[in-house]
């Protein structure tokens, strides 16, 4: 068990590495192959009306002249140690962990997203649960009632469900409940839960359900479809023929083998998330990690999208190892090798 | 599904070929697995009509790039500013100006035609939804094929690989990556080069799903007779490989692609949505539905015909796909 934890958590930093190093190529390496100069990319940092000279200076102290090796080992030394940088007369000292620095709005970036963070994941921590139940419910009952009306009505929302993309769901949500109906606050209106968790959770409920409903009709379709399969296993049978009831067939034997595929999908889903519910906090303006990154994009503001991806990669693979190693407590048959 | 069958596949199945052979006229003909396929598709009415709809928008996207960019004939940017109210910059008229000349209605402030738009808009959508697919299927056939047949290292690096490109949030990383690439790269003009990063984005970083299930056939049918019959036959591993593991694998590969292109499709959608892929004022329907999030107080009537054409496209995509796994893989049901 201690083997399988190591060799995990060691997998997991060699894929970080890999994750920083891509990160890296993606912001340095790929401009310069698709045709940028290193004065081009130095530019979007000073804006585009800035003189020849400015630009080249720039460059220089930015470091893109530099080989890329250096380039990158800088990149990873500030994450760990910080790092100083010059943009002007004055030297400003980013400390650890150094994610760059918006030369734009003057700030490091790692504390903007440690701000934004609260509402990324008071959004993706909410969604999930209420997916998670939904789906995995609607999938669970729409397989024991095979064919029945509720199977069909159930799948076909689903089906629909997987179809509409959040910006047009997020969209016609807002319009109706928010805009006509006033059930709920419009966009733009987050507030911090400890301020006052009423206001939080009404400005939350709209993008909540919304993101719920998309994802868990993701969720029922497997869940349906992996339980068909185990409710047709022979250990079923068995479990039936040795006079067990059917609430405990199902739940105790049936349910238990679809835990799997769902950890695996739900880890990768939150962990997805919690690097940014893009979409869902743009189309309803909520200050999150997402919002930021788009945010940034727009003012070509290139660090702070790279803080916010390499933040968002970092997520996704403690999500993995959390999945990995709940596999082995959920599911028995998992050997660790 | 209570319609009576014309022979149960079961029993064409079993039925071996040659025992057909000779047995008169009147002999029931052998069926190949790509007819058998055929007739129970056939037979499923959703997945039929899905299918007609999208030859009918394929064909339509066609129309609608000639007419566009090659003869010019529609122009998705003509203002219609007489039909707009000046003071609120909305569509007079109920229903977001909804007429006879301009069925969808027009949009708020210059009064663009929304049908003409979201026709132009439709051979983006579809052409990065197809190419993207393409991109990946062959990245993810050709590593799939390869980790599983050989097995040993490859396989742990090839897989090792996939875990890799699995866990960069995929969004976030086309985002930063499109919005690094200049406007004018590989020299293919503004939209022509952004259509090009995008089909090469998404592509490129959606080819674990297929490489993965891929991976998983071939590691079954490495083990096969006809894979172990080829060898012996002295046959080298590029032919195993094309020739004989190949054409065992179309069936899930043409399953999971037509999956794959509505993801895609929305997945461009959203990138345009967002505001990092196709630029406007170039008309594709994740612009449009993000000029219409910016009017949801005022005219709401903006969003929905966009928005419904990205709906009706995916959906229909899925109801085939989910027809074409039934008909191919009858266990699957």
Known sequence: MLAYIIRRLLGAVILLFVVSLVTFSIFFLVPRIAGASVEDMASRYVGKTADAETIRQMAEKLGFTDPLLTQYGRFVSAIFVGADYSTGPTTVHCPAPCLGYSFITQNPVWPDLVDRMGVTISLAVGAAVIWLFFGVATGVLSALRRGTVFDRAAMGVALAGVSLPIFFTGLLSLTIFSYGLGWAVPGGTYVNFAENPLAWAGALILPWVTLAFLNAAGYARLTRATMLETMNEDFIRTARAKGLNERTVVVKHGLRSVLTPILTIFGLDLGILLGGAVLTESTYSLPGLGKYAIDAIVNNDLPKVLGVTLVGATFIVIANLVVDLLYAVVDPRVKYS | ?333
Do not use: C
Not at chain 2, 63 to 89: K, T, W, Y
Not at chain 2, 164 to 172: E, H, R
């Open chain 2, 1 to 333: 599904m209570t319609a009576p069958l014309e022979a149960s596949p079961g029993s064409s199945e079993a039925q071996p070929e040659a025992a057909l052979k000779g047995m008169g006229k009147k002999a029931i003909q052998g069926r190949s697995l790509g007819q058998i396929a055929w007739m129970r598709l056939k037979r499923d009415r959703v997945a039929m009509a899905s299918g007609v709809l999208i030859a009918v928008m394929v064909v339509a996207a066609i129309v609608a790039l000639l007419l566009d960019r090659v003869f010019g004939v529609i122009n998705p940017n003509a203002f219609h500013q007489e039909l707009i109210d000046p003071e609120q910059g909305i569509p007079t008229g109920p229903l977001g100006g909804i007429s006879l000349d301009h069925p969808f209605g027009l949009e708020p402030i210059n009064g663009r035609d929304l049908l003409t738009r979201i026709f132009a808009g439709s051979w983006i959508s579809l052409l990065i939804g197809f190419a993207a697919t393409l991109v990946s299927v062959v990245i993810g056939t050709i590593m799939g094929v390869i980790a599983g047949y050989f097995r040993g290292w490859v396989d742990t690096v090839i897989s090792r690989l996939m875990d890799v490109f699995l866990a960069f949030p995929l969004l976030l990383f086309a985002i930063a990556l499109v919005g690094v690439v200049p406007d004018s790269a590989f020299g293919l003009g503004r939209d022509g080069s952004r259509i090009f990063v995008l089909i090469f984005v998404i592509g490129f970083f959606s080819w674990p799903y297929i490489g993965r299930i891929i991976r998983a056939q071939t590691l079954s049918l490495r083990e096969r007779e006809f894979v172990d019959a080829s060898r012996s036959l002295g046959a080298r591993a590029p032919h195993v490989l094309f020739k004989e593991l190949l054409p065992n694998l179309v069936a899930p590969i043409l399953v999971y692609s037509t999956l794959l292109i509505p993801t895609n499709i929305l997945f461009e959608a959203a990138l345009s949505f967002l505001g990092v892929g196709i630029q406007p004022p170039s008309a594709t329907w994740g612009t449009m539905l993000s000029e219409a999030s910016r009017w949801y107080q005022v005219d709401a009537w903006f969003m929905v015909f966009p928005g419904l054409a990205i709906f009706i496209t995916v959906l229909a995509f899925n109801l085939f796909g989910d027809g074409l796994r039934d008909a191919l893989d009858p266990r699957a049901r």
